[in-house]
């Protein structure tokens, strides 16, 4: 009998928020495994490890664990957010004990593109790539001697299996990993809850999307086809699952499903939630969902429910950018922005003002990617102006490309002259904890492209990021969430010119070291930490009272040691407590 563990995490990057964004793929390939698999009876499946945060992250640790559980097969479930762990943990393993079995899977894997993968990592044996349950299933099959025929899998000797870019049997679907493996999901979640982590269970009803966004690698980029989870069933398997949820008292779901409302069960979901709420039971909170990009209408009436019903905390809207051509060079399929935005507004006039964060008003906010062809310093800038007239908080992650998604084509590339380059992002060295969408990182990022410079990239990341810090990047707890919003002209204009020097020599450093940070006089500093002893007059930029806007050159040129006695403040936004109090409060 062999055993086996299955590696996941939270997402790294977004650390700070301190939420846990909890993936059941255990439970998915172990369903797979033991519904259909030949070798079934040959493994033993422990409880999976689950890495909560990067202050968790133990080598040793980690390693005694599986010589304790006596390990014989470690899988691990790499996502950007957490290949650089994973794989130092495999690497580390391997060492260790060169007869582990080590299995990676996921869309931040390449080996079947890259001739070099192995060579670069050979402390893995199989990669597996797509859609992982029949093909993890046919593995393990593979490894306990069964003749099968392999699919979506590479190994370190050089075998290449079959390539099915969508599974042909769909037998799994039918079939709820919650209600098949009820007590051990809440074992597992329980034990989040003990060690005090907060999380959002992430669950999809659909899988797969249609549309093919130039920087996304939904499915891996190998197909489009959507599929619903339990459709066929007598009772739908989203309903059983809520029903579990309710009774468990799952605190939060993060409903992954690229498009909801697309599909016509949404709207029963939707009902259904609201239903539960209203019969007084334990309601989950469901964080971050995404809409369906064409159904717009249909969409936000059932956020403009979830909202009445409060079931859901906070307004997202992922619009990457503003600009049609903009969308058009990246596929992204989009309602015109005009008509958008009225139907926006709607959503946020009825309940953008609801005080369902204790003192504070819900947050708002906005997605969009900067780094994109097409785009130029003007298209943050209207970004920035539209959204912030709206009262959203324009969010701007750096363009990271993504090894499965279709802009990582060296065709796309080229047709758009992008230059790739592994940067820093530097928000806050040394807090702990900030609020916002963004945690300082790594990121393999867009640059250049053939209508962005490399300076004007740097300068509408520094611009957005030196906001982000200046309103607290929304935070809701925050007092100093509403000092921007709204004022965006004025604080992009101003800041070009008055912070040009601070910007010139930040872009020089960022040059020299790759890091995107605040050099102001010898010195770099994340944007917290700079704006930290300057917030009183860096906040008039997002004014037009010219004495205030001189009196910011006049404060900059303050000897340093004086202003960098400064102990950091920042009210947080998206805590443990404020979530838990928030489902306590509404439950
Ligand atoms: S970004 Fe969303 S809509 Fe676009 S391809 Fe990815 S999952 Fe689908």
Redesign the pocket.
């Known amino acids: 009998m062999k055993k086996i563990k299955i590696f996941s995490s939270n997402c790294l990057s977004i650390w700070s928020q301190k939420i846990c964004y909890v993936s059941p793929i255990n439970w998915m390939l172990k369903l797979h495994h033991v519904k259909f698999s030949a070798s079934k009876d040959e493994y033993q499946w422990t409880d999976p490890y689950f890495l909560v945060s990067p202050e968790e992250f133990d080598l040793e640790k980690t390693y005694n664990m599986l010589l304790e559980e006596e390990i014989d097969v470690v899988a691990f479930s790499v996502y950007i957010w957490n290949k650089k762990e994973f794989f130092e943990m495999a690497e580390f393993f391997k060492k260790k004990n060169p007869n582990l079995t080590i299995i990676v899977g996921g869309p931040e894997l390449d080996a079947h593109r890259d001739k070099e993968f192995f060579r670069k990592y050979d402390f893995i044996d199989w990669v597996i790539y797509g859609e992982a349950e029949i093909a993890f299933s046919r593995l393990l099959d593979h490894l306990a001697g069964h003749e099968v025929n392999l699919l979506n899998v590479i190994s370190k000797q050089g075998f290449i299996s079959e390539h099915e870019p969508v599974n042909k049997k769909d037998d799994i679907l039918k079939y709820s990993i919650y209600i098949e493996f009820e007590n051990e999901i809440t074992k597992f979640l329980k034990g989040l809850r003990d060690r005090g982590v907060f999380y959002a269970l992430c669950w999809e009803t659909t899988k797969g ?1 249609p ?3 130039s920087f ?1 690698d ?1 499915s891996s980029g190998l197909h489009h086809k959507v599929r619903i989870w339990g459709k066929d069933e007598l009772i739908p398997n989203w309903k059983k699952e809520l029903n579990l949820f309710s009774k468990i008292g799952v605190p939060s779901i993060y409903w992954t499903n ?2 909801v409302g697309l599909t016509p069960q949404d709207t029963e979901i939707v009902d259904y939630i609201c239903d539960l709420k209203q019969s007084k039971k334990h309601t989950p909170i469901f964080i971050s969902t ?1 809409f369906s ?1 064409t159904k717009k209408e249909h969409s936000y009436s059932l956020l403009d429910k979830m909202l009445t019903y409060q079931v859901t905390a906070g307004l997202k809207f992922d619009l990457q950018d503003l600009d049609p051509v903009v969308l058009d060079l990246i596929d ?1 399929p989009e309602i015109e922005w005009e008509y958008h935005k009225t139907l926006i507004k709607n959503i946020l006039d009825k309940h953008s003002k609801v005080k369902v964060w204790g003192e504070r008003t819900n947050p708002v906010w906005c997605n969009f990617i900067w780094g994109m062809p097409g785009q130029t310093l003007s298209h943050i800038r209207k970004n920035m102006i539209e959204s912030g007239s709206l009262g959203m908080f324009p969010t701007h992650h750096i363009f990271e490309l993504l090894p499965n998604s279709p802009a990582a084509e060296p065709a796309y590339q080229e047709k758009y002259q992008m230059k790739i380059k592994r940067v820093y992002l530097n928000v806050a060295d040394g807090v702990d904890m900030h609020p916002g969408p963004i945690s300082s990182h790594w990121a393999n990022a867009v640059v250049e492209n053939f209508t962005l410079s490399n300076k004007d990239w740097f300068t509408g990341v520094f611009l957005f990021n030196l906001y982000g810090a200046l309103t607290d990047y929304n935070g809701v707890q925050s007092d100093h969430r509403q000092a921007g919003l709204g004022n965006e002209e004025n604080y992009f204009d101003n800041s070009l010119v008055i912070l040009n020097k601070v910007i010139n020599d930040s872009y020089i450093h960022f040059l020299e070291t790759d890091r995107i940070e605040v050099f102001f006089k010898d010195r770099a500093y994340g944007f917290q930490n700079w704006v930290g002893s300057r917030r009183h007059f860096l906040n008039d930029l997002f004014g037009n009272d010219e004495d205030k806007l001189f009196n910011i050159r006049v404060s900059l040129d303050i000897p340093p040691d004086i202003q960098d006695n400064f102990q950091h403040t920042t009210k947080y936004g998206l805590t443990p407590e404020n979530l838990q109090n928030f489902v306590l409060e509404k439950s």
Do not use: A, H
Request: glycine share 0%; charged share 20%; aromatic share 18%.
């Open positions: 999307c549309f093919l966004c996304c939904w690229p498009n995404q990009k992204r």
